[in-house]
């Protein structure tokens, strides 16, 4: 499996961005792995922002981000979002996609910046 992400930058507090996941070698279509959007920063462990299960759909938020983050996908493009809203300078991080079925996969990561 490899995952493409893209559509970090930098913005100021309040503003938005939506990050892209692109599932570019599956075996299987996207909606049959459980799909995550993690994040990172230097000297801390990466924590989970949203996933989206296969079985039912089922999304998950971390607290920090409801009401200001959506996950979703598109199966037809293979492709998973997570729209960001109101954004704060505390979700500056390294934005990564995961999906996992059997196996784990991760993409390469793109930075989000959230700084006046």
């Known amino acids: 499996v490899q995952l493409v992400e893209s559509g970090g930058g930098t913005v100021q507090p309040g503003g938005s961005l939506r990050l892209s996941c692109l599932a570019a070698?599956?075996?299987?279509?996207?909606?049959?792995?459980?799909m995550s959007w993690y994040r990172q920063v230097p000297g801390k462990e990466r924590e989970l922002v949203a996933r989206?299960?296969?079985?039912?759909?089922?999304?998950t938020y971390a607290d920090s981000v409801k009401d200001r983050f959506t996950m979703s996908r598109d199966v037809g493009k293979q492709t998973v979002y997570l729209q960001m809203n109101n954004l704060k300078s505390e979700d500056t991080a390294v934005y990564f996609c995961?999906?996992?079925?059997?196996?784990?996969?991760w993409g390469q990561g793109t930075q989000v910046t959230v700084s006046s």
């Open positions: 070698v599956v075996t299987w279509p996207c909606n049959m792995y459980d």
């Open positions: 995961n999906a996992q079925r059997i196996l784990s996969y």
């Open positions: 989206l299960n296969s079985t039912g759909g089922v999304l």
